[in-house]
Structure formats: C-alpha cells, structure tokens
C-alpha cells in the first residue's frame, strides 16, 4: 500500500473523478458510509454522538455521517464552525442533505457555530459517548487557528472518546515526525481514506499507541492511487507469507539459514535468532557458535542444529575458523547467512566476521557486533554489497556508528538517513524504533506500523535477526518484501504478546510464542477496512486479532 502525499491523495480525488467517471459527491458518501460503518463496529455502546465539522470537504464528511448515523437510531448532535454561507461544492450538498426538513427519519440537533463565544452555550454536547472530529483533514495547513482553535480548547472538558475523520484536525498530512509543534485534537482512533498519508503512519496520531488507526477505500480505482514519495505501508508485504504450501513441499523448499554468533556470557543471542528463523518458517536452521557454549544454544530447540566454532580464550569466535576447508563444510547448502547476535568484537572474531562474509556471497542478515565491526570498514561494507542481498538491522546508536554521524542526529532524520545510507551503500537497511523504516537500495522505504513500547528489551533485535533471516531464505526472489514481512510479524507478534501479559514482563521469546497467530492475522478486514494499528472492537484480548477462520 503506497502512503500519498496531500496534494497526490488530491490528484487522486481529481482523476477518480475525472478519469474514471466517480462524482466527487459520491466518493463523500462512501467515506461518511466507512465512518459510520466504523462507528457502529469500535464504539458499539455509543448512543450519544457529537459531529463537529468545518466548512471544508473534512466537515462534508462528517455531516453525511450524521446524518447515517441519526438515521440509525443514534442521537446525533451536529456542530458547523462558522456560517453556512461559507460553504462550497460537496460540503454544501453535505449541509443541504442534513438540514433538509423532510429528511427521514430525523437527523438530530443541527447547531451553527460562528464565534468562540457560540461554543460555551453547548457545553451538553460534551456529555456523549463519542465525539466524531471532522473539522480539518489532509488539505489543512498549520497552525491550528480561529474556531478550529476555539473547538479544541472546548474538547478539553469532555471525556468522550475522540474518531477523527481522516485526520486529527490540526496535524498536517505530510509530517513525517512522531509528534507535532502546534496544537493538535486529541484523538482514540482514525479512520481516513483510500491510502494513508506520511503522518498515518509515522506519527502518534492517537492517544495511546493500540488505538485504531484504519484505511478505509472508497471507490477510487488502483490505477488512480499514484505517489512519487517512495513510501509504502511495510504490513502489506505479510500476504507473502500467509500463501498456503504446497502439499508436496519439503524442507529443502523452504531454505536453510545459518546463524553466527554467540560467545561466554552471550549464548541467548544466537540462540533466540536461530529459534526465530525455525518459527519464521525456514526449512532447516543451524546455529554456529563457539564450542563453550554449544550446549546452551542446543537446548533451545531440538529440532536445531548446531556447528562447533573453535573460540579464543575469551570464549568468543576465533580466527582458525577461517580456514577454507572448514568454511566449505560450514557454508555448504546454506541459503541465508545470519551474523551478528551475542559475537563479541575481539581481534579475532573481527578477522573471522569479515573473513566469512568476504568468502561467501549468499544473502546475509548483520546485526548487532558484526555491524559494529562493519561500521569501522566502510570500504569493505560498501564491496561486501555488491551483487548480493545485504540486510543490515542496526537501533539508532548502531546506525549513528554506521553513517558516521551522533545519535541525534539520525533520531532527527530517521526518514533520511535510512534512505541516504541504503541508496549510497547498496544494502537493505532496516532501521529499528517506533515506526522501523524498512529502506531499500533503490531508494524505496516502508515504515512498520505494528510493535510497541514492551519490545524494547534486550533480545527484541535477536528475534527480529531470526525472522528476517527465516523469511529471507523462503522467499529469495523477492528479498524487499520478505524484509517488512518480518519486521511487521515481528511487531505483531510482540503486540499480541502485550495485550495477553504487559509491556513491563514482556520478554523477546513471548513475542515468538505468538508468532503462529500473528502469521493468522488479516489486516484487511471483510469490510475492507485496513487496520494500520489498533484491533476491531470485537476482537477480544485473549484471541488478539482476527484469524483467517474468522
């Protein structure tokens, strides 16, 4: 799913209905269907609604909402900001359809507000069970001013929840920051239209980080829905791995990934990445590790294999490791090479990383020490890239190493410095936070919707190695895509994990022991409806998210 610009999702609303013959008018009643359509499924106990709309095509939406939703039973309180007469195209054929007198059945309390003063007088519109935000969508343009500013403040004494139409009135479309300067409506879910734009899905829109935030479509064809910003929604490459497999396969079909690392002290690493890549579901996994601690990585899993690594006396990985005979036998029919977990950077083991990935040319996963090392030879990394797929998983202090620049200052840039570092160096760079960024070499990034605050704790970028390196070798022909669809089954499963235990016991494995459900999870639902974030009102903590039975 491509993530549109403001002024594209324009272009998008104007060749829909110039190209392709689909009123402007009609495209407003199918957003006010999926906003009452939305209302009706996540606020089901809702019976009191408050419908605060603008003058614009925002506020049109929301008044053919009102009027859906009073036409269903619901007792509907309408607010305009400012005179009607200010009113244009849809949104006055929006108006025109509340107001109308014969309209059947009833379309509740219509009231006009033009001034500051005007909003005191309907303090019992607060007192509902949900406020429905329609003042300003994608076209608005800071700062948040007049009665828009007027409303916000008067939104502050209720204690209703907040569904803001598109977007909530006061944060600009195209912002690509978590959070914004200026004032902003509060917001407990989103539902916009058709694709998401830059702040659907890097911005903390809602209140809380498991509130919904949907994409609803509204007719508009694919053919219409066209971007230049390189953006795409990383959740939609989780298809790939739902395909059902053949009922001949083998494991021989499903790649074989070997993970290196580990050292004394460090045996989790190695060991929560070679657990991940079996749940990914590679074909077989082996784990190379230092000799002193090959029993702990064994015990993971029986169904792992393992490989002896002579150590130094640190008990890290060593150098004789290198020698060509052995690296044959070790590198023989191995699909995915993944580097890095619990390694330690001694002299030797330096030798020895740079060694194997010089030696070899199968696609590679490099986390954690081994991009450390990497980060000191940049020379090497950018030949280590060439003419084969190189993922790089670094946090944000990894990939201030990486580019030579602080950690500020890539947290201020997060956008641009994983496309810059991905295009110049030719690799696939997934930079992890809030909001992973998934940049790949020809300049194309995704950004990761799901995860939350409970992952970050130590063994999170483990798992994550083993995911990416798991769905990399099943899916070679299309490495890009196998990347997000392990960054967002590797959020997903960490949020399912959340909702059954709490962000402060979760540890990185109970993420993997949700993992079969969120391979289950559809992000599209019956009626549509993509949920970038958030879960349908009906489904309940214990099952989590919807599985493809339901």
């Keep these: 799913m491509h993530v549109l610009s403001a002024a594209e999702m324009q272009a998008c609303d104007r060749a829909t209905t110039e190209r392709f013959g689909i009123p402007s008018l009609d495209l407003m009643r199918a957003a006010a269907a999926a906003v009452a359509a939305f209302v009706r499924q996540q606020f089901p106990l809702a019976r009191r609604v408050t419908v605060v709309c603008g003058r614009g095509n925002n506020g049109g939406d929301g008044m053919m909402a009102a009027r859906l939703l009073a036409s269903a039973g619901l007792e509907v309180t309408t607010l305009l900001l400012g005179a009607p007469g200010g009113l244009k195209g849809d949104a006055a054929a929006a108006w025109r ?80 920051t978590a959070s914004v300067a200026g004032p902003v409506f509060p917001a407990d879910a989103v539902i916009t239209f058709t694709a998401p734009k830059p702040a659907h899905v890097f911005g903390q ?139 330690g950077q001694s002299p030797e083991t330096v030798k020895f990383v740079t060694g ?33 797929t190189l993922v790089l998983t670094p946090h944000p202090g990894e990939m201030a190493r990486l580019a030579g620049i602080t950690v500020a200052e890539v947290q201020a840039n997060r956008l641009g410095v994983a496309r810059d570092f991905a295009r110049r160096v030719g690799v696939t760079l997934v930079l992890k936070g809030a909001r992973t960024l998934i940049a790949h070499p020809d300049g194309r990034v995704a950004v990761n919707t799901t995860g939350n605050p409970g992952m970050a704790k130590g063994g999170s970028g483990d798992v994550l190695t083993g995911l990416v390196a798991g769905l990399l070798a099943q899916y070679p022909a ?22 059954a235990l709490d962000q402060h016991t979760y540890l990185a494995t109970d993420g993997l022991a949700q993992l079969s459900r969120a391979f289950r999870f559809r992000s599209c639902g019956s009626n549509g409806y993509v949920w970038l974030q958030g879960l349908p009102a009906e489904t309940s903590p214990a099952a989590a998210f919807h599985e493809a039975a339901e």
């Design 97 to 176: 359809e509340l107001t109308r007198l014969e309209s059947e059945p009833a379309n509740g309390l219509v009231h006009i507000v033009e001034t500051a003063e005007d909003l005191s007088q309907h303090a019992d519109a607060l007192e509902t069970d949900l406020i429905l935000d329609a003042v300003l969508g994608t076209g608005f343009k800071p700062p948040l001013k007049g009665l828009a500013l007027a409303a916000l403040e008067w939104f502050k004494s209720s204690t209703a929840p907040v569904l803001a139409v598109d977007l909530p009135s006061g944060w600009p479309a195209d912002e690509t």
């Design 356 to 388: 194997l990935l010089a030696a070899t040319k199968m696609p590679a996963v490099i986390d954690a020490d081994a991009l450390n090392i990497l980060a000191a030879k940049p020379v090497l990394l950018a030949k280590l890239a060439k003419g084969r």
């Design 205 to 343: 829109i809602t209140r809380q980080w498991d509130q919904p935030i949907v994409v609803a479509p509204i007719g508009s064809p694919e053919e219409a829905i066209v971007s230049t910003l390189g953006l795409d929604w990383a959740g939609s490459a989780v298809e790939m791995a739902q395909a059902p497999r053949a009922a001949a396969a083998n494991k021989g079909n499903f790649g074989h990934v070997l993970v290196v690392g580990g050292a004394v002290g460090k045996s989790g690493a190695p060991a929560m990445a070679s657990l991940a890549a079996m749940r990914a579901g590679a074909g077989l996994v082996t784990a190379a590790v230092p000799v002193p601690v090959l029993g702990l990585v064994a015990a993971i899993a029986p169904e792992l294999m393992t490989c002896p690594l002579m150590a130094t006396a640190a008990g890290q990985i060593g150098a004789e490791n290198l020698a060509p005979e052995f690296l044959a036998v070790l590198t023989k029919g191995i699909t995915v090479l993944a580097i890095g977990p619990g390694l």
């Design 478 to 499: 299309d490495p890009a895509r196998a990347v997000e669809a392990a960054v967002t089954l590797h959020g997903l499963g960490g949020d399912l994990a959340v909702r």
